[in-house]
């Protein structure tokens, strides 16, 4: 099984994102149900491996944590456009959180984070074949209104289950730990 650890936005945050899906060429928008902000990706694991981390997660408790939205922008790969996310500000809290999951996961047998961490919510995918030029992108992104600056919290900690099939990811709570406070 494919696991990741996340954070999923309020539905008014989501409905926001959703409204402003549009207007890229060859961009896979995510849906509704694929809005999320990943905190640490664990990866493929067996039965073992998922339950030691549910059983270390479950040892903790977590504190609620708000944000807000904080502009666009994008990852690529090999000089290509990936992916275009919706950024999280303050970054600080969502760092701290991902540096402590990490370090759960690492006492839970499995390898540490290499990436650098950046809070975002993915919005939309490109295939290799039909990613926009990074031009196209910018200008996307110029001609979108600000995102409100209102904090928004989350009220939960989630275990995820990633689907992979031909139209994308499909996304399964395994379980849920409540951020308090």
Known sequence: ??????????????????DRMQGLVAAR???D??????????GETDRHGAEALLLALGAERFTRIEARLDGFGWFDR?????????GLAPREP?????????????RAGFEPEARKYVPHVTIARFARS???????????????PPLPGDLFGFDALRLMQSHVGRDGSVYETIAAFPLRG
């Open 1 to 18: 099984m494919r696991l990741f650890l996340s954070l999923v936005p309020p539905i008014a945050i989501r409905a926001l994102l959703l």
């Open 29 to 31: 928008w995510q849906s």
């Open 33 to 42: 149900a694929q809005l999320h902000v990943t905190l640490r990706f664990v």
């Open 78 to 86: 090999k000089g290509r456009v990936d992916q275009l996310w919706a």
């Open 94 to 106: 969502l760092a701290a959180l991902h540096a402590r999951l990490d370090r759960l996961c690492v």
């Open 130 to 144: 039909t990613a926009p030029d990074p031009a196209g992108v910018t200008a996307w992104m110029a001609s979108q």
